[in-house]
């Protein structure tokens, strides 16, 4: 427990840091918020008016004080978009985004490390040499172009999947409690919602994996052959543990240290990945409010989303160390 | 030939890497030349529009009657352009830091790497994205927001291989000498620091690409009537999916390239980074 | 006389690697009898453990036995598949003793999981645990319950070889192979250790093959023992036979060397010839006072020179 606090308070620099970037980076923007606000034929008076009503006129450390002040309160103001507080917003989208990465996260893991394991068992051999040039492939692969080459050929041509969204028009998204469709209408036994949530995320889900399934592969067979020129393989070996068993629990899981690593950096390209997915698969979560708040320069939403990614971020990398301790027992001592 | 060389050539998916770098660095030269319709370029031709490829147009036509097949070889020069600026400006700013940071011990180290980590805990597309907003959208914004992005990465390799060289014998025995610090830093320690460096941009080169015709994608870099790779797919959409070529040869394009100068980075490392070569 | 339970002949193994082919061991043959301890002698990089992985049939990759037969029970192990020695002789009716304890054990599983484990693959059914906490007793660990729950970098380095000891001896194997059990371990505890293993193998019965470069641990464990050189057996005998009487040239030579009876400080001339460039004949020729003309021409092959007592040696040849 105190290992979790711990690496709690590690983060809170790394997001005050963040605060400051973020703060500069508004102030530093050419654009004049107050001009901006005050529209095309604001007059100098209304201008100045402005700007002292939103303290533009105050020294940089008060404002930054306010701006801190207002973060705290997950005040970012009012969307120039939806015209409702940017914090509504973001809470109301944030399940559809969670549900989406997360079943990517869960795929690339499901996916990525059996076939990294796979690989490194046929070390030089033909399934090793095509992962590896499978995942080089998956990491370059655009995200916007796959996921249309997803549309185009499943969902256009095929009809197998829906082309867009996250429900059919009609059916009732199940109330709460957690807002992942996919879980909730299991709860409420909703069967035809659970289906028709699933079929609408493979595509998205599979085209955000894609990257990920890649990187997870590629670390878990390195780890592989790592772990398996270790005396303790030898050992196991020597004492007549069965080879299957041996590598699907023993070394497995001094393999993966690599890998779970990776999680949280890969976790970022998740999210990026998600502003281009939502976009093109029309998926009501933040990623396409993000783009809605480009294509409309909305700051305040803009900058509420890079605030709330780094909390994000720090939450994954602390789950991400909070894993590796439970993999590893001598990690846990050491602090 | 140099042994290090040879061993590059042996290795098939580092060879294969190299080639495809080789005829991307030739179309972005010869483009021009090489294009069976260079006009097209910008020129426009209603009359054969989305025409579905043949002998006379490979990759068939766009909305606007434009040979693919001429712009997807026009585009490599804009791909590698943007790619070659945004990675030498953000060498040219994080290694210099990195180096400083390295070296020194003192509080503006520790500065520089602090900052060099909220810069990299941040979600570099997300932050391009909004830099090349507020700076407008246009392809020279989209570029500074590329290299703010990504000169941190260059900055923690530098920063990371000056510290363990910085206690080096060879070090301890330059300042025995009287070397001066510049000297000793871009002398010594920077040459040594090199290898990294150079996997690090060439996986960086492919990187920024698919950086930039994603934000190319989302209408906040290329614009028309460039010969974007990014951009012919977003304006493929609308057609699709009778017109099926005009988003397929551009995705494929940027997927070569990019794969190209990922081979070559991991076949790089391999050589150039023996502590690495194991992990392989 | 019954069986021996290990009976290796004319054993030659090479590793086949990117450089060349690897001759490490060129002729390898020796008797051990149930119930005994053997202590296998020779210099580090001289084919010990590349021999102990030949019997265990987990030669690393490259490895092929040219010739020869390892005969355990009357049972060819060359023979053997790799699921057959996996399924019924490694862990199961051969127990090895590994060098490190420390890198032997997986860091991330419970000492528990892991002793289990090898019961779980070998041992007749039953409560593992109680007989696992039953051995634990007996290789004189303290807090054998609790031992279970930790993990391995929680122990001493003599406590972890104690586990060890304890995970070779779970199935009651016929054979026991240690590489270097005492090396990694401080004198004391190597004293205690190689106490223990003495009580153990005269209250099993087990047979114990016990490799080491440590003479004295030899004289003061052994019944019989083996020197081995550059890959060739040069040497095998009743301990005190071949200490009081060493016939081979090597051994009087790391006779000579062990600090407890040279006067002064001695060293053998010349080093172990390289695993790609071994000299034809006998291999210690180069480095031997004595060798003579047809030396490089000789077919190794052990000579009785006493009663259980043979030396590979062409000193011998004429008087046999």
Same mark, same amino acid.
């Given at each position: 427990m105190s290992f979790i606090l711990r690496r709690a308070l590690l983060a809170i620099p790394s997001l005050f840091g963040l605060l400051v970037v973020t703060f500069l980076m508004i102030h530093v923007s050419p654009a004049d918020p107050a001009t901006t606000l005050a529209g095309d034929n604001a007059t100098a008076e209304q201008i100045a008016r402005i700007r002292h009503q939103y303290g533009l006129d105050q020294p940089l450390a008060v404002q930054f004080v306010r701006y801190v002040a207002d973060v705290a309160q997950l005040?970012?103001?009012? @969307?120039?978009? @939806? @015209?409702?507080p940017v914090a509504t917003d973001l809470l109301g989208r944030l399940p559809a985004t969670l549900e989406l990465t997360l079943v990517a996260l869960i795929l690339a893991t499901a996916l990525g490390i059996p076939i990294g394991v796979v690989a490194a068992m046929h070390h030089n051999r033909w399934p090793d040499i095509t992962l590896r040039l499978l995942s080089v492939a998956g990491v370059a692969v655009a995200t916007f172009w796959l996921a249309i080459m997803l549309q185009m050929f499943f969902s256009m041509r095929l009809g197998w999947l829906p082309l867009r969204g996250r429900l059919t028009d009609g059916l009732a998204a199940p109330a709460g409690p957690t807002g992942l469709l996919l879980v909730d209408s299991l709860l409420h036994g909703d069967l035809t919602v659970f289906t028709d949530a699933f079929a609408h995320i493979v595509l998205p889900a599979a085209t955000l994996a894609l990257g990920g399934i890649a990187t997870i592969a590629r670390f878990t067979r390195a780890g592989v052959l790592d772990t398996m020129s270790r005396d303790f393989v030898q050992y196991a070996r020597a004492t007549g543990t069965p080879r299957q068993r041996l590598i699907w629990i023993y070394v497995l899981r001094n393999s993966v240290l690599a890998a779970v690593s990776q999680i949280g950096l890969l976790f970022g390209g998740l999210i990026a990945g998600s502003v281009v997915v939502e976009s093109i698969f029309d998926w009501p979560g933040i990623g396409n409010y993000t783009v809605q708040a480009i294509l409309t320069a909305d700051s305040k939403v803009l900058l509420a989303v890079t605030l709330l990614i780094g909390v994000i971020y720090a939450v994954v990398n602390i789950l991400t160390d909070l894993a590796q301790a439970a993999i590893d027992p001598r990690l846990r001592e050491r602090r | 030939m140099p042994p290090a060389i040879r061993r590059l050539l042996r290795d098939i998916p580092t060879s294969v890497g190299l080639l495809i770098v080789l005829v991307v660095v030739a179309l972005a030269i010869a483009g021009p030349w090489l294009a069976?319709?260079?006009?097209?370029a910008s020129a426009s031709h209603l009359i054969r529009r989305l025409k579905p490829p043949s002998a006379d147009f490979p990759f068939g036509t766009d909305n606007l009657g434009r040979d693919i097949f001429s712009r997807v070889i026009l585009g490599a020069r804009g791909a590698l352009e943007v790619s070659l600026l945004v990675v030498g400006a953000s060498m040219a700013i994080g290694v210099p830091l990195g180096l400083v940071a390295g070296y020194g011990t003192g509080w503006v180290s520790e500065a520089i790497m602090r900052v060099t980590d909220v810069f990299l805990a941040l979600p570099q597309l997300v932050l391009a994205l909004a830099l090349a907003q507020m700076l407008g959208p246009s392809l020279e914004s989209a570029m500074i927001a590329l290299v703010v992005t990504y000169w941190p990465f260059f900055t923690r390799i530098v920063f990371s291989e000056t510290g363990q060289l910085r206690t080096a014998l060879f070090v301890d025995a330059l300042q025995g000498l009287g070397a001066s610090r510049t000297r000793i830093l871009l002398l010594h320690i920077l040459p040594n620091t090199a290898s990294p460096i150079i996997v690090r941009a060439t996986i960086g080169l492919g990187f920024t690409i698919l950086v930039a015709a994603t934000l190319g994608f989302l209408g906040m870099g290329a614009t028309p009537p460039d010969p974007d790779w990014g951009l012919a797919v977003a304006q493929s959409r609308t057609y699709l999916p009778a017109a099926w070529w005009f988003a397929t040869f551009p995705g494929l394009a940027i997927l070569f390239t990019v794969l190209g100068f990922n081979l070559l980075g991991d076949g790089l490392r391999d050589i150039l980074d023996p502590r690495l070569r194991r992990s392989r | 006389m019954s069986a021996p339970i290990l009976d290796v002949s004319g054993l030659r193994v090479s590793i086949h690697g990117e450089a060349g082919v690897a001759r490490i061991l060129h002729h390898i043959a020796l008797r051990l009898e149930r119930g005994r301890i053997m202590g296998l002698v020779g210099e580090s990089g001289c084919g010990k453990s590349t021999f102990i992985r030949t019997i265990l049939g987990?030669? &690393?990759?490259?490895?092929?036995?040219e010739s020869g037969r390892i005969a355990f029970d009357g049972i060819?192990?060359?023979?053997?598949s790799d699921r057959a020695m996996n399924s019924q002789i490694r862990g199961r009716r051969i127990g090895f003793i590994p060098q490190d304890p420390l890198l032997a054990l997986n860091p991330l599983f419970r000492v528990g999981t892991q002793l289990l484990e090898i019961m779980r693959n070998h &041992? &007749?059914?039953?409560d593992h645990r109680a007989r696992l906490l039953d051995l634990l007793r007996r290789v004189q660990l303290p807090d054998p319950e609790g031992a279970l729950r930790r993990y391995p970098h929680q122990f001493s380095g003599g406590q972890r070889q104690r586990l060890l000891i304890a995970a070779a001896l779970t199935c009651a194997p016929a054979l026991i192979v240690a590489d270097e059990p005492t090396t990694a371990l401080d004198v004391t505890t190597q004293q205690q250790i190689l106490i223990l293993l003495k009580e153990l193998v005269a209250e099993t019965g087990t047979a114990l093959l016990f490799v080491t470069h440590d003479l004295g641990v030899v004289a003061q464990t052994c019944d019989e023992m083996a020197v081995i050189y550059a890959g060739q057996m040069v040497e095998t005998g009743p301990t005190r036979d071949v200490l009081a009487n060493p016939r081979h040239p090597y051994t009087r030579a790391l006779l000579a060397c062990h600090p407890d009876r040279s006067t002064g400080f001695a060293s053998i001339p010349g080093t172990v010839p390289p695993a790609l460039h071994m000299p034809p004949g006998c291999r210690f020729a180069p480095r031997?006072?004595? &060798?003579?003309?047809a030396c490089p021409a000789r077919k190794p092959h052990l000579l009785t020179v006493g009663p259980d007592h043979t030396a590979d040696c062409i000193l011998y040849e004429t008087a046999a």
């Open positions: 005040d970012f103001g009012d @969307s120039q978009y @939806s @015209s409702r | 069976p319709y260079p006009g097209d | 987990v030669l &690393a990759k490259g490895g092929r036995v060819d192990l060359l023979a053997m &041992a &007749a059914p039953g031997c006072p004595i &060798a003579q003309s």
